[in-house]
């Protein structure tokens, strides 16, 4: 199993110092968001600024751009940084799509199945030099002059993996992707029985197997350097964990574990604004089970008791920042 970092920053001129660091400390791979920033475009300096850590998004939201935007920028990248991008790709939900990115919502699975396949074959087109010939129900590429072909790359492996919460975008994943992106909301025994068969089942129905595949995944974490941070951090995450809990299509996480009402409240205090009140429907039980807690030096154990064999990459959803390297210090030390 290895051990990535998620990069935080305000400005773009941050990253490069970030990302030597997170390499000198010994990380695995970087990966960056959607939220507050592009998530691409930090990935442009970490390949200039590093030499061998992974890279890759986590994830940029799919239906925000068309197939052959992604393909472009991927396509870039990898370039950069032959053989260490991952393309990680996400639906997010409705409203996000319709209200914040103004782009139209389609049903998500065979969108993405298609945004998937289309990427490929633009990708295809450029590597091998054939005609550009993609058609589905979504998306109709046909088009690809010579003037707009950037032409192929020394490496043009470029694993996408693709997130979600719930079983279908799993199964997608293991039918069509080179893997899955496990989100931090989520409990080990949610991916144990749920999201891993559903990922298996798609793997068997394109003839593969789970070896086969990557699957990362984004983990609540409360360590601390004393036990004032062990407070903070843990009301963090339990503020964190009610956010998205408190979102209807996430509903299927609580159900598993019997909670369907602490869902159910959460939304009707997220639908009446009321954020400040929502941390409190998060008990200790419920917390316990989606976030593991350990000192700093008994993280990367306590990941590994938990989810060794569940995920092949793992990272603490808490942000690698530089002004918190004792921190990471001590996490990584242990882990060597």
């Known amino acids: 199993m290895r051990l990535d970092a998620t990069l935080h920053f305000d400005r773009l001129l941050e990253v490069p110092a ?18 507050r920033h592009d998530p691409f475009l930090p990935l442009a300096l970490a390949a200039e600024h590093t030499r061998q850590i992974t890279l890759g998004t986590g994830v940029a939201i799919a239906f925000a751009r068309s197939p052959t935007v992604i393909a472009y920028t991927a396509w870039d990248l990898a ?4 053989g260490r991008v991952i393309l990680g790709l996400g639906t997010q939900v409705k409203a996000h799509i319709e209200r914040r990115f103004g782009m139209p919502w389609d049903p998500p ?66 039918e069509v992707g080179d893997g899955f992106f496990v989100h931090p909301f989520h409990t080990p025994r949610y991916l144990r029985e749920v999201l ?25 974490a409360i360590t601390g350097r004393n036990e004032a941070e062990m407070r903070e951090i843990r009301e963090f995450v339990r503020a964190q ?3 998205y809990g408190s979102t209807p299509s996430y509903r299927r996480v609580w159900s598993l574990h019997g909670w369907e009402a602490i869902g159910e409240e959460l939304s009707a205090l997220a639908a009446r604004g009321r954020w400040e009140e929502m941390p409190r429907r998060v008990s200790d039980e419920v917390l316990d089970a989606f976030a593991i807690t350990a000192p700093p030096e008994g993280v990367w154990e306590r ?24 921190l990471w210090e001590r996490i990584m030390s242990a882990r060597r």
């Open 109 to 174: 699975v065979p969108k993405l199945q298609e945004t998937v396949e289309a990427i490929r074959a633009v990708w295809t087109c450029w590597q091998q030099g054939s005609r550009l010939n993609y058609r589905g129900r979504f998306f109709k590429l046909t088009l690809m002059s010579p003037f707009f072909d950037p032409g192929p790359i020394p490496d043009p492996r470029i694993p996408i993996v693709l997130a979600g919460v719930n079983p279908p975008l799993a199964r997608l994943a293991g």
């Open 196 to 220: 891993l068969p559903a990922i298996e089942a798609g793997a068997r129905k394109a003839g593969r197997s789970r070896k086969e595949l990557i699957i990362v995944g984004s983990v609540f």
């Open 241 to 243: 964990v009610a956010f």
């Open 18 to 35: 970030l990302v030597r660091e997170a390499e000198a400390l010994g990380f695995d791979g970087i990966w960056t968001h959607e939220t």
């Open 79 to 82: 370039a950069a940084a032959p």
């Open 303 to 326: 990941l590994q008791t938990v989810y060794e064999g569940l995920l092949d990459r793992v990272m603490l959803y808490r942000p690698f920042q530089l002004q918190d390297r004792d």
